[in-house]
């Protein structure tokens, strides 16, 4: 691994972010990486140009386009808790940035079932001039709709418990917000005099993910118990089997941020 000091030519910059030499340049010319230092004719780089490749390359397999990842690189300022969580919303603004023609031409389905989607409240877009905008989350959920769609459950009576599901998760939410602001936000910063925004931003990257297993995790568990006992009468053996051969033990739920 390379020291911070270390002075690294553009060939090494280039193998350690696994990326040709020409896209490094590339890159340099569109203004996303700092150009190098220069000792009369050679170009030195350090790991600081390694890490800002890293990143852009994160961004750019999240679904960033170029000059996205430079717009934020322009107002992304990491100086201060503040300007971390205006970073975390730009970013989150950005990413929505597909329209609902291109969602369903994504996920393969006909543009009508996405905006059927979204009148039941199981899609959530923002308005930008005045078009609906998703993130790519919205392409995997589409896709996950169908994939039970197709083992034979009707699409319709799909999106109408989904709909009914997306209600109650709904208030479960609104209460683990309350939960959150009454019992961690108000304390963090309390023991920090610098930067408490800093402290909250740290929790919220640990906190979602082990939320979001959480709640998985539950709910798989509560669908295998529910099902089992529906089928306890020995009749359909078969699928008992394959209820037991689900449980929770052989379930890894992988949640990360990226």
Known sequence: MESPGQELSVEQ??????LNVDTVRYYQRL??????????????YR???VDRLAEIRRLADAGF?????GRLADTT??????????????????????????????????????????????????VLDGEQRFDQGAVSMVRAGLAVSAAGVPLDELVTLAADHAGNVDDIVRRAIGLFEEHVKDDLGGGAEDNPDDDLVEMVHVLLPAVTRLVAQHFHRTLVSRALERVA??????????LVAADTDHLVVTCEWR
């Open 233 to 242: 009468d020995g009749e359909r053996r078969t699928l008992a089997d394959a």
């Open 31 to 44: 203004g996303l990486l700092e150009p190098p230092d220069r000792q009369g004719r050679r170009a030195i």
């Open 47 to 49: 790991s600081d140009h």
């Open 77 to 126: 300022d990491f100086a201060d808790g503040a300007g971390r969580l205006d970073s975390l919303a730009a970013r989150a603004a950005i990413a929505r940035r597909l329209t609902r023609a291109e969602v369903a031409e994504q996920a393969g389905v006909p543009e009508g079932l996405v905006a059927l989607l979204c009148d039941n409240g199981l899609l959530e877009a923002i």
């Open 13 to 18: 910059v280039a193998s350690a972010a696994d």
């Open 65 to 69: 386009t170029l000059a996205q990842i």
